[in-house]
């Protein structure tokens, strides 16, 4: 389970945090390695940051072209999240070997580039939890009025948590609920963190949201929440039928990237 960084009102996953980390790691390399070598890298690694975010979203759209095509709209929207780190980080030095003159220049950039990227994937090892975290003992209400415990049996699990008056669980609530409905062999649940039932019904009512072929409760005081560690909305789990977290995802999550999860979730749940 990757870990989250809180920054006053503002919450940014782990693994987003890890590549912020690198980049900086890369300009400062090759800030000291331009001032050694008589700035004949100049701010061309500045443009390569510029050019491997542009790569990294165009990655991921290629990727997923097929889901984009019939949205292109999408391509544009950015802040769902959806980024290529393995195209961004060839748009990166793309631009360095372009953009410089002489092999020892090209070089020391690429170096620089090496190492930032070094540094963010052990950063981003270092801030994945594991994942063995006991299964809560709480029976929560559901919004119908029953109750639901976490027995670890049954199907594998995906657990959201959100709150109506969050604007990016709100823009991902369509791609979740019509997951859920699609996706019988895998159980979700809609933890809402902290409002009443007649909050969230209404809610959903008004913005036609079917969670029928889900599970939504009632998590009022946030002890689910707590249990697990979110740090922040949205959140989403991914979870074997044994309760073993194999995935989560911090923010707005993307149909691409929860297709994903799901998959992988199902392959590990098939190994257990």
């Avoid at 690429?110 to 801030?127: E, K, R, S």
């Avoid at 008056?165 to 409905?181: D, G, I, K, N, T």
């Avoid at 909050?199 to 249990?227: C, F, M, P």
Wanted: charged share 15%.
């Amino acid at each position: 389970m990757m870990k989250s960084f809180a920054l006053g009102p503002f919450v940014i996953a782990g693994d987003q945090a890890a590549i912020l980390f690198g980049i900086a790691v890369f300009l400062l390399v090759a800030n000291i390695v331009n001032r050694r070598i008589g700035g004949r890298i100049g701010a061309v690694p500045g443009t390569a940051v510029l050019v491997g975010f542009v790569a990294a979203r165009l990655g991921y759209v290629l990727i997923h072209f097929s889901s984009f095509a019939r949205e292109p709209w999408r391509v544009l929207m950015i802040w769902e999240g959806g980024f290529s780190i393995w195209a961004g980080l060839c748009g990166a030095l793309a631009t360095l070997l372009v953009g410089l003159s002489g092999l020892k220049a090209r070089l020391w950039a690429t170096g620089a580039l090496a190492a930032g990227a070094l540094m963010a994937n052990v950063a981003i090892q270092l801030m994945t939890a594991p994942s063995a975290i006991a299964l809560p003992q709480t029976a929560f209400q559901t919004l119908d009025g029953g109750t639901f415990r976490f027995d670890g049996s049954g199907a594998p699990m995906v657990v959201n948590f959100w709150a109506s008056w969050c604007p990016p669980c709100r823009r991902e609530m369509p791609v979740l609920a019509q997951a859920a409905s699609d996706t019988p062999d895998v159980r979700f649940v809609f933890a809402n963190q902290g409002e009443a039932a007649d909050v969230i019904s209404g809610y959903l009512k008004a913005n036609d949201i079917d969670l029928s072929a889900a599970t939504v409760l009632q998590d009022g005081l946030g002890e689910l929440g707590r249990h697990y560690g979110t740090q922040g909305l949205p959140a989403t789990l991914f979870m074997t039928a044994d309760g073993t977290i194999v995935n989560s995802h911090l923010g707005q999550i993307t149909k691409e990237a929860l297709a994903g999860a799901i998959s992988d979730l199902r392959r590990k749940d098939k190994g257990n």
